[in-house]
């Protein structure tokens, strides 16, 4: 004789063959046995599940060391600007003084000297060589 049982989750209605048989709910897939009593387990309220909260929004730790890895990100890019625009400064800037009329100020290399004049006429262009007669013997 078939038996009505309802499910424990979800309240479904389902027919069962026979008390102490196994049935699986079609709404929410639990198997439990057609005749027992079981407490009904509390019902979800999807509105206010907590579970699925991202997990930084409960523990203030989390976000105290969100806070210290951007500040330490920030300190990080602003010394690389700071120690860019510092070099560039260095680099790039003209000497404090101008040297003085009696301080000898010696180049590193020897002046450019182009190099001596060829001797004698320049070369003359000939002209393309004629092919010598043909020998009629």
Request: with cysteine; charged share 25%.
């Amino acid at each position: 004789m078939p038996l009505r049982v309802y499910c424990p989750d979800c309240a479904a209605p389902r027919t069962a063959p026979a008390p102490g048989a196994r049935v699986r709910c079609r709404n929410c897939d639990r198997v439990f046995r057609a005749g027992t009593r079981v407490e009904r387990r509390p019902a979800r309220d999807d509105e206010d599940d907590e579970d699925d909260a991202a997990p930084w929004d409960e523990s203030p730790g989390s976000q105290r060391l969100l806070f210290v890895l951007g500040g330490v990100a920030l300190v990080v890019v602003g010394l690389t600007i700071g120690g860019g625009l510092a070099a560039w400064y260095f680099v790039n800037r003209l000497p404090d003084r101008p040297p003085a009329d009696d301080e000898v100020v010696e180049p590193d290399d020897p002046p450019f000297q182009p190099p001596p004049p060829a001797v004698g006429p320049p070369p003359v262009n000939p002209g393309p060589v004629p092919n010598p007669p043909a020998d009629p013997n």
